[in-house]
Nanobody
Framework: QLRLVESGGGLVQPGGSLRLSCSAS????????IGWFRQAPGKEREGVSC?????????NYADSVKGRFTISRDNAKNMVYLQMNSLQPEDTAVYYC????????????????????WGQGTQVTVSS
């Protein structure tokens, strides 16, 4: 079983930045496409960003975060990151990472992928 763990959430002022991390032990994440999702109270979970397996050369972003968030992976550290800049109160949510795979070969990422493994979530609060 692949268990993902998110970290890096916290309280930040509008315009600030946070970097979220997604990690796993005992599994090589480079064979998984990784997605970041978020859910605010009373709202549906939404896809934020995802990154393809292997070299992570393909990424996808929700329109609401495009240009502000950057997803990346460091396979040497077995980590996936979500750099969040210019944060706004609307970004306040619990953020989850999810994995789709494993894939033998390169895979793209789409929010509708069969995300089979999920982390516990990390709270991001943007407020002054």
């Amino acid at each position: 079983q692949l268990r993902l763990v998110e970290s890096g959430g916290g309280l930040v002022q509008p315009g600030g930045s946070l970097r979220l991390s997604c990690s796993a032990s005992g599994f090589n994440l480079d064979v998984y496409a990784i997605g970041w999702f978020r859910q605010a109270p009373g709202k549906e979970r939404e896809g934020v960003s995802c990154i393809s397996s292997r070299d992570g050369s393909v990424t996808n972003y929700a329109d609401s975060v495009k240009g502000r968030f950057t997803i990346s992976r460091d396979n040497a550290k077995n980590m996936v990151y979500l750099q969040m800049n210019s944060l706004q109160p609307e970004d306040t949510a619990v953020y989850y990472c999810a994995a789709d795979g494993p894939h033998r070969f390169f895979s793209r990422c789409v929010f509708s992928a069969p995300w089979g493994s999920w982390g516990q979530g990390t709270q991001v609060t943007v407020s002054s």
